[in-house]
């Protein structure tokens, strides 16, 4: 079986394709024929060293494909059955074993390309605009990276929940598919918060969704109204630095939440819930998932670069 691992922590030239052995399910896990893993900024920061992995690890958590075999205890799931997952560590491989828990069925309608590019990304963007802040009718937005994967589909939920977006992007080229998702104004980063109050007769936006962090995070405190949410979900520049919380109440009484999808996901009951709603958005069209470029595992490394650099629009998938 061929796999990205990884043997010490570092840049994008650590990653390494190597043959190992296939693995088999144990109580509670599904094999799976891995047909599209997500690259994603979390896969980054492991192998980075921001978030410790045991090494050697293979790298990866999302996927889609087809199950191959279920371990003892498996009961729902069948042999040759599409499935996806958010979290099944190993995913960049052509092989993964995935709690039972986390596997989500495909309806028809939804590819498994697509449901790798939607699944991790997709559930962010939907607890963002749902839960962490409840968008309704009139709703004023920022979101930052708007071309990028959570981006385009957190302007569409936007959107899709009655609110407005004002989008930020680092050229004119990413603005496209910003205003194609349902952004009514992109701008470059350094104008977001002049352009919110211009927006807003002077007040600023309701919410702002932050997903690049440190670079963005003085301007996101000044695009919001008082009592506004500032929403730090990433950190695609570097993590932001500690700061004194009476800037929030000089602000306007401001609020700061730093969510993980994990806390808006507690049980499979709430993942059903939600990739429901997803992939019914999807199946209809309302929801369009970009892919903005596939490489095969020998180019992982690329994917990773490209990533960093901001070069791409939309979710990169690697292809086994």
């Known amino acids: 079986m061929r796999a990205v691992q990884i043997t010490a922590t570092g840049g994008p030239e650590v990653l390494t394709v190597a043959d190992l052995p296939e693995p088999e399910?144990?109580?509670g896990q599904v094999l799976v024929a891995v047909e599209?893993?997500?690259?994603?900024?979390?896969?980054?920061?492991?192998?980075?060293?921001?978030?410790?992995?045991?090494?050697?690890?293979?790298?990866?958590?999302?996927?889609?494909?087809?199950?191959?075999?279920?371990?003892?205890?498996?009961?729902?799931?069948?042999?040759?059955?599409?499935?996806?997952?958010?979290?099944?560590?190993?995913?960049?491989?052509?092989?993964?074993?995935?709690?039972?828990?986390?596997?989500?069925?495909?309806?028809?309608?939804?590819?498994?390309?697509?449901?790798?590019?939607?699944?991790?990304?997709?559930?962010?963007?939907?607890?963002?605009?749902?839960?962490?802040?409840?968008?309704?009718?009139?709703?004023?937005?920022l979101v930052h990276a708007a071309a990028g994967g959570v981006g385009l589909l957190l302007t569409q939920v936007v959107r899709l929940r009655g609110g407005r977006v004002l989008a930020t992007t680092s050229t004119e080229e990413k603005a496209e598919p910003a205003r194609a998702a349902g952004a009514e104004?992109?701008?470059?980063?350094?104008?977001?918060?002049?352009?919110?109050?211009?927006?807003?007769?002077?007040?600023?936006?309701?919410?702002?969704?932050?997903?690049?962090?440190?670079?963005?995070?003085?301007?996101?405190?000044?695009?919001?109204?008082?009592?506004?949410?500032?929403?730090?979900?990433?950190?695609?520049?570097?993590q932001v630095p500690p700061f004194d919380v009476q800037r929030l109440n000089a602000a306007g009484s401001l609020f700061l939440?730093?969510?993980?999808?994990?806390?808006?996901?507690?049980?499979?009951?709430?993942l059903l819930a939600r990739t429901d709603e997803l992939f019914g958005w999807v199946a209809d069209g309302r929801l369009d998932v970009r892919i903005g470029g596939t490489y095969p595992l020998e180019q992982a490394r690329g994917a990773h670069e490209d990533l960093e650099a901001r070069r791409t629009t939309g979710k990169l998938l690697l292809i086994p």
């Open 25 to 27: 399910p144990g109580p």
């Open 185 to 238: 104004e992109v701008v470059r980063y350094a104008d977001a918060a002049t352009r919110a109050r211009g927006l807003t007769g002077g007040r600023g936006v309701d919410v702002v969704y932050d997903g690049v962090g440190k670079d963005t995070f003085d301007d996101s405190l000044s695009a919001l109204r008082p009592r506004g949410l500032l929403v730090v979900h990433g950190g695609s520049s570097g």
């Open 257 to 270: 939440t730093r969510p993980t999808l994990a806390s808006y996901v507690q049980d499979r009951a709430e």
């Open 36 to 141: 599209a893993a997500g690259v994603n900024y979390v896969d980054t920061y492991r192998r980075g060293g921001v978030y410790p992995l045991q090494l050697p690890a293979v790298l990866g958590s999302e996927g889609a494909g087809r199950v191959l075999s279920a371990g003892p205890g498996v009961e729902g799931f069948e042999p040759g059955q599409p499935v996806a997952w958010k979290e099944g560590p190993g995913s960049y491989a052509e092989r993964v074993l995935v709690d039972v828990a986390e596997l989500v069925p495909l309806p028809d309608g939804v590819d498994a390309r697509t449901a790798a590019a939607l699944l991790l990304q997709g559930l962010t963007a939907h607890y963002l605009a749902t839960d962490t802040f409840r968008v309704t009718d009139g709703t004023w937005a």
